[in-house]
């Protein structure tokens, strides 16, 4: 029978392997989040930094590195949700292979497009992962191209655990770990190393409410799979472990917690503010689950470690995600409006929202509706301020300026 672990002499060799191909990326500590979350500290390792924009790249290099002459010159076919595509197309342009990734149609176009920046072919087939996935293995069997696991391989795990060596080096004082789980190969693989290091360690699983698969497995010691997922966090909306994520997991992940969308928007939207960082909605789900009160995690007095995975995002859709996160902290506002007067009132309500130190985001001019008076013009507003009270004040200038009625807003 097949021994799908992974030991730490696999991870020491994959660093080995890796060294002069991957970045040391940054461990940075944050007092903000600390505090938030009352942790001791809390320190981000920032992989949205690494080569390719996400960890991906050190499984994939791993991986591609041991195949034989025989199986690079048929070239390399792999499924991904966009960031091992980026992975597998970049060590295939260093090794010389070619390579071709499937990925679903929910894929960023960023990541779409950087792939194809990396020499590989991209198809667009499915509408989950799971499906492209399926369709890739079918093009492998015809072809007899190599097909590269994004998650479910052992050389693929143990790449990615190269991250728990640097984690230890930058951050020996560490208490717990978080780490997203899509396919659990990331997490297999730092857990890997941090219980080799010291089993107290406690290894945290975390995923999207909406794709919430890792626990009833570990749970009921068998894999569990869901009939479909529904997350904004596309890199890591799979169904399920394989076997040997779930082999590898079963020994070294502690507690598995889960997040909502709005939360992991919340986290995109403060690493922007906080730490200056751009993440992907995938890479912040593990400080969400840092600062959420529903994730029930203890922090208190504890040095944590925050892998940030990735930060390949689309600038529309980090735009769209920070501002539902400053919707959830209470620091934005939509509003309707009645102006007499248009345009010229609408010079008022600018002056107005300046006046009270906001930031005006949206004015624009909204369709008539039947409860609307014929002699008012009906605007919407976006409002950026400082929280709900500085907010509610603006409301109550507005409302009380010449010219203009307030009716109704996303505070009530």
Do not use: C
Not at 317 to 341: I, K, M, N, P, W
């Amino acid at each position: 029978m097949r021994d799908h672990r992974v030991t730490v002499d696999d991870v020491e060799a994959a660093r080995d392997r890796i060294d002069e191909v991957v970045h040391r990326t940054p461990l940075d500590t944050s007092t903000t989040f600390a505090d938030l979350s009352g942790a001791a500290s809390v320190g981000l390792k920032l992989e949205n930094v690494q080569r390719t924009g996400s960890f991906k790249i050190r499984g994939a290099y791993n991986t591609m590195a041991q195949l034989s002459p025989a199986e690079r010159e048929v070239g390399v076919i792999s499924s991904s949700a966009g960031n091992h595509a980026q992975g597998v197309a970049l060590a295939g342009q260093l090794l010389d292979i070619e390579t071709t990734i499937v990925v679903p149609e929910v894929t960023p176009a960023a990541k779409i497009e950087a792939t194809r920046g990396y020499g590989a072919e991209v198809v667009v087939e499915g509408d989950i992962y799971e499906r492209s996935y399926e369709y890739a293995l079918e093009r492998a069997d015809e072809t007899g191209e190599t097909f590269v696991h994004p998650f479910d391989d052992e050389a693929i795990i143990a790449g990615q655990g190269t991250i728990g060596f640097e984690l230890l080096e930058q951050y020996s004082e560490i208490d717990t770990v978080l780490v997203a789980i899509g396919g659990g190969g990331l997490i297999s693989g730092i857990g890997t190393v941090l219980k080799a290091h010291d089993p107290d360690i406690r290894v945290v699983g975390v995923q999207p409410e909406g794709a919430f698969h890792a626990k009833p497995s570990l749970e009921n010691d068998a894999i569990h799979e869901l009939e479909g997922v529904d997350t904004v966090a596309e890199g890591i909306a799979d169904t399920r472990l394989l076997e040997t994520t779930f082999a590898n997991a079963r020994e070294v992940v502690d507690d598995v917690v889960s997040v909502s969308d709005r939360e992991i928007a919340t986290a995109v939207t403060l690493l922007a503010e906080r730490a200056k960082t751009v993440v992907e909605s995938a890479g912040a789900a593990p400080l969400a689950a840092t600062l959420s009160e529903s994730a029930g995690l203890d922090l208190e007095g504890e040095h944590v470690g925050v892998i940030v995975s990735g930060g390949n995002v689309n600038l529309t859709e980090h735009a769209e995600l920070t501002r539902t996160g400053l919707h959830e902290l209470e620091r934005y506002v939509d509003a309707r409006v009645a102006v007499s007067g248009w345009p010229t009132t609408v010079g008022r309500v600018v002056e107005t929202v300046e006046s009270e130190g906001a930031e005006l985001d949206v004015l624009e001019r909204a369709r008539r509706g039947p409860s609307d008076e014929p002699n008012r013009v009906p605007v919407t507003l976006g409002l950026e301020g400082s929280g709900k009270a500085h907010l509610e004040g603006v409301l109550d200038e507005l409302d009380g300026t010449d010219g203009v009625s307030v009716l109704e807003h996303s505070l009530e």
